[in-house]
Each structure stands twice: as C-alpha cells, then as structure tokens.
C-alpha cells in the first residue's frame, strides 16, 4: 500500500512513519509513504498558498491551484488507483468498517487542510471522500490523517506481529473488547479472575464475549441496538440483565 500526504508540515508524520508497528513495518517494505508540500506549487516567491475568503470574515483559505498540482503529482506516483481524502470535521466518521474498506485500497491520497479551511471547487472537482475523526476541531489535518492511517495499516497484514490483535480489537466485530490482565496477580488489592487462570479455553471465550456484551451494553448500548446475535450472545445478554435488575433489587 501505498500512502501519500499532502502537508505543509511533512515532518509530523515521522511519528507514524519512524516509530512503533507502524514505523517497522514501513521498514519491512510493507507498505510506502511520501509527504508532499503543496508550497512547492505556490505561485510566489514566499510560497504563499492561502488567502482571504471571498465574502469576508476570519482566517484565511487554502488555494485550490497549488493543491490540485500536489494531488496530480501524487497521483503520478503510481499507476494503482488513488483514492483522494480530505480529512474533514464535516466528513463521515471514522468507523472500523470504513478503516477496513480503506485497507484493501493500493494507494491513498490524504489531503491535509489548514488555516479555515480549503476551497471549496478543490473539494467538489478532486476528493473522493472527506472523512471526519470526531465532532471536534482541530489545528489542521495532519493528526486525523495519522489516526487514519494507524486505523488502516493495523490491518494489513504482517504491520502487527499477531492478526488476531486486530481481529479481536473493539469494533472490529461490532462489540467493544472485553477486560485484559497480566502480570501481577494482584494489584492494588484487585485480583485476576478467576476463569482466567482456570486453563479452560472454552470458559475463557464465553467470559470475554459476555463481558464484550457487558460493556458494550454499558458504554454503547447503540452498537447492540444495530447487531444481530447469534443464540449464544442472547442468552449471555439475557444473563447480564437478570444479573443488573438483582444489582437494582
């Protein structure tokens, strides 16, 4: 896979680039990334590429020209199909099934945004999808991006040392993930439960998927609200309301 951003602050993303499983298995060769500043393409000395909104008001705009010379250049790159985001509040969110579908692109092209925003034409002529980390603002798009972009490379395979991280990670199937323990056995006068250390592989997976449930319910009752379950979640949920009306009781 390859990834692209286009940035006017390429060397944020070394964080992602240079460091942790994502950082290695760039390293590995298993997926490529090229930062690209639109200054570059600037029609000025100085390397100016934002200006007054028309209309008026606050801030300035990133210029369309410069962007879409960096998109172009991008796109030059490979001859994979690109796909073009805009990492926008305005965008749809970020969910694990989209983080999925971006998986299986060969190559992606991340257009960062600054200063109030970016013009509006560039938007509508040469991004395929904005796409929004939360209801919030932040300073620009180079944090959504890399977000975006551990999201995506955790699923591909060989970025993590274990597949079933990903697999069994929150959301990956709808639920949020169970509790995990380690070493010390006690901690803080809290102790590991005890199925956990029972040897019993089978007991162990119905305790994690009923507290998946569990927590799920408490945290994101939504999520259920959405999913169809099998007989064996039925009756783990149908156990933790009994088990909450006699908490209430």
Known sequence: MLIQAITIFPEMFDSITE????G?????NLWQFQAINPRK???NKLGYIDDRPFGGGPGM?????????????AKQTSSAPAKVIYLSPQGQPLTHKKAVELAKSPHLILLCGRYEGIDERLLQS???EEISIGDFVVSGGELPAMMLMDAVLRLIPGVLGDIQSAEQDSFS????????????????????PDVLRSGNHGLIAEWRLKQSLRRTLERRPDLLEKRSL????????????????????
């Open 19 to 22: 460091y942790g499983v994502t």
């Open 24 to 28: 290695r298995a760039k390293k590995q």
């Open 41 to 43: 393409f600037a029609d």
């Open 61 to 73: 705009i990133m210029m369309a020209p410069p962007l879409q010379a960096a998109i172009e250049e």
């Open 126 to 128: 040469s991004v395929d």
């Open 173 to 192: 199937d709808d639920l949020l993930d169970c509790p995990h323990y380690t070493k010390p056995l006690e901690f803080q006068g809290m102790t590991v």
């Open 230 to 249: 099998i007989p064996k979640e039925s009756r783990l949920l149908k156990e933790i309301l009994q088990e909450q009306q006699e908490i209430q009781s």
